[in-house]
């Protein structure tokens, strides 16, 4: 099994920022190997079945990102930790996660098919049934990003990533365009989803967990336990980015739903440089906290938030300016995406900004810290839709959203102890500024 690349000299700004942005690039290009070939099939998809039936998906694939988070429980951003800041470990931790989030996947597939049968019908049931399909790709897929992400090895995953990625588009692609129907699309993801994992569990050279395991349920508490705050986190902040996925749906009805997904998709894209950069932070983050403490770890945000501030505020006026294109790309039937997009753009620099605030907490240990400004967030991304939706439809929905990341920035900025002028309140303050002209526009457009 691959060892861990050495970062020498860990009290070296010099060294430690080294190894951050190289891994971040090779991170950055294998995630857009995956991410970029997942969101072109599934905007494909949504050209494919028009707004209404691409509605339709857009709601069951809401569920089944909560079922995934659900499911995960945090156990993955447990194992970058363990495995960072001990590599014998990792293979153990490793086959201990995989197994468990099979069991927790298990259970959850069965609370949500419940709960899409009361609220959607047989449809509805239909559609998360077919998707949920793809929920063990799903766990493998997550821990081996984990694994790659502990051993800051991201060069080694892009093959198979890239693999991953093209396999998910051509099943999505086919099966969409052969039958044409929500429930096909949602097969066809969950089949996709399927196959990527076990093409990225390859990477890890693990042996699967066999069905009777010899980690002890005591083990598993022990495992959950400390998951458990980092699981909320991610249960929280998916129910807050699908809150307005589900008032749109309850008020404004699936093409209006179909309109916002599209336009997510799209400011989507632009997020996977994010998560690049964020994972490497958090491996780093981890491994010079165990070494130098709070003031190295504040030293490496500051230089990182520097890089990344402008070229993310430049991002979102690149994708102000090509919004217009969606309704040339994906058919006329899309052209109220167009101001949702403008709105939405600006979230984009808080997004990022907000993962390296995340991921600066997260490796000092601060789970409980980001699970208090979580709750926040949902209750601010709950008001700002009571108002915003009374407004708008869709801009509203993406409005919402650009205040509650602004918040967040401001929360989590305060946490790691940066001072009122410091990057991240000031990408902050330019987004929630832009973010409401462009609101602005849409509603008197």
């Known amino acids: 099994m691959p060892t861990d690349p050495p970062i020498r000299a860990p009290d070296a700004s010099s060294d430690r920022a080294r190894v951050l942005w190289s891994n971040s690039v090779a991170q950055l290009i294998g995630v857009v190997c995956a991410r970029l070939s997942r969101a072109a099939g599934i905007l494909l998809m949504a050209r494919a079945l028009g707004p209404d039936g691409f509605g339709q998906l857009a709601t069951g694939l809401a569920g089944y990102e909560m079922l995934r988070v659900i499911g995960e429980a945090g156990l993955d951003t447990r194992l970058i930790r363990l495995a960072a800041q001990d590599p014998g470990g990792a293979q153990l931790a490793a086959r201990q996660t995989i197994w468990l989030k099979f069991r927790l996947y298990a259970v959850a597939t069965l609370a949500g098919a419940l709960l899409a049968f009361s609220t959607g019908g047989r449809n509805g049931t239909a559609l998360l049934g077919a998707l949920s399909v793809g929920l063990v790709g799903v766990a493998l897929t997550g821990s081996s990003q984990a694994i790659a992400t502990a051993r800051l090895d991201a060069r080694g995953l892009i093959p198979y990533q890239a693999v991953a990625g093209l396999v998910f588009f051509v099943v999505v692609t086919a099966l969409a365009r052969l039958i044409g129907t929500p429930v096909a699309g949602a097969i066809a993801v969950g089949l996709g989803d399927t196959a990527a994992g076990a093409i990225m569990f390859a990477y890890t050279r693990i042996p699967l967990p066999p069905w009777r395991t010899s980690v002890s349920s005591q083990a598993d508490w022990t495992a959950l336990k400390e998951a458990i705050p980092i699981g909320a986190i991610g249960i929280l902040g998916t129910a807050y980015a699908r809150l307005g996925v589900a008032a749109l749906a309850i008020f404004w009805g699936t093409v209006a739903v179909a309109q916002y997904g599209v336009s997510y998709r799209v400011v989507e894209i632009f997020l996977l440089a994010s998560s690049a950069v964020s994972g490497s932070a958090y491996a780093v983050t981890s491994r010079i906290d165990s070494n130098e403490g709070v003031e190295g770890t504040r030293l490496l945000l500051n230089d990182v938030l520097k890089r990344v501030a402008p070229p993310t505020l430049l991002i979102s006026t690149v994708v102000v300016a090509g919004a217009p294109l969606l309704p040339i790309l994906f058919g006329a039937s899309y052209a109220p995406a167009v101001a949702t997009t403008r709105v939405l753009a600006w979230a984009l620099p808080v997004m990022f900004v907000n993962g390296l605030l995340t991921a600066h907490l997260y490796g000092r240990g601060r789970f409980r810290t ?76």
């Open 370 to 445: 980001v699970l208090g400004i979580a709750v926040l967030n949902l209750v601010v991304n709950g008001a700002a839709l009571t108002v915003f939706l009374q407004i708008s439809g869709p801009p509203g929905a993406a409005m919402a959203v650009v205040c509650t990341e602004c918040g967040n920035t401001f929360l989590q900025s305060r946490a790691a102890g940066l001072g009122p002028k410091s990057w991240s309140i000031w990408v902050a303050g330019i987004s929630l500024i832009a973010g409401f002209a462009m609101f602005g526009i849409a509603i008197h457009a």
